[in-house]
């Protein structure tokens, strides 16, 4: 499954393929399956082991590497002795370009004594273009009270949104553009939901049909730019001008 953790590998922090025994404490990690799948060669990405925060949230405070449009789900795996207690939250920053996150935990309660999984879904809205900015906020104490060594871990994060683009239906015609709202921009001399009819000022006279800007196309019996006249007319004329 993608992760919102691409950006780890992108840093090049790749911790022990084997996180060894579990730790008596408490274990925050990217499982090794998902890191593979983003280049980071196998190897589990520790956040919290042995109940100290690791050198990675340092790192991501420092440098910043900002997630592509693709990755929507971040899973993060943990564990921990009984009696440990947790609180998290996630902000992102602007809204317009990012969906306030959603996480498949409540924002408090006791982390479980064996292996489980949460999600955290970044999700952009589609509405703008841009980087969406926030950050994830983990507290984590143990039944005393005491706070496990770097908690709160901050973790800031960046992801790259594109604003999505309607397509037109039906399609345009006449090398019409269809905008980002779905709407066929028309070029000059044509209308319509497609641009595909044409604008003849003064329009067509006696039933005739605009087929191009400005050029009328007449039905039997008339001519004329815009089929203004009779052929009887024009044989009138003929007649008794020009015999």
Not at 49 to 64: C, D, M, T, W
Not at 112 to 132: H, K
Not at 149 to 173: E, M, N, T
Request: glycine share 8%.
């Amino acid at each position: 499954m993608e992760s919102a953790f691409a950006f780890l590998c992108l840093l090049t922090i790749v911790l022990a393929a084997d996180p060894g025994p579990p730790s008596s404490d408490v274990d925050v990690w990217i499982d090794p399956a998902q890191a593979r799948e983003l280049l980071c060669r196998g190897a589990t990405l520790d956040i919290v082991r042995g109940g100290e925060a690791q050198p990675i949230i340092q790192k991501l405070r420092n440098k910043l590497t900002v997630i592509p449009p693709d990755i929507n789900t971040v899973n993060i795996t943990w564990r921990a002795a009984p009696g440990f207690h947790y609180a998290i939250h996630a902000r992102t920053a602007n809204t317009r370009l990012m969906e306030n996150l959603a996480i498949t935990i409540p924002p408090s309660g006791t982390i479980p004594t064996s292996e489980s999984v949460f999600q955290v879904e970044l999700r952009c809205t589609g509405r703008q273009t841009g980087i969406a900015s926030g950050r994830f906020v983990l507290k984590i104490w143990d039944e005393t009270k005491r706070l496990i060594p770097g908690s709160p871990l901050r973790i800031p994060f960046q992801k790259q949104c594109w604003k999505k683009v309607k397509p037109c239906h039906p399609p345009c015609g006449n090398g019409a553009v269809c905008a980002d709202d779905g709407v066929c921009e028309c070029p000059e001399g044509y209308y319509g939901t497609s641009c595909k009819h044409a604008i003849c000022i003064p329009h067509c006279f006696n039933g005739g049909s605009c087929i191009e800007p400005s050029v009328c196309q007449c039905q039997d019996g008339f001519t004329g730019n815009r089929c203004q006249t009779g052929m009887d007319t024009v044989l009138s004329f003929f007649f008794t001008h020009i015999m």
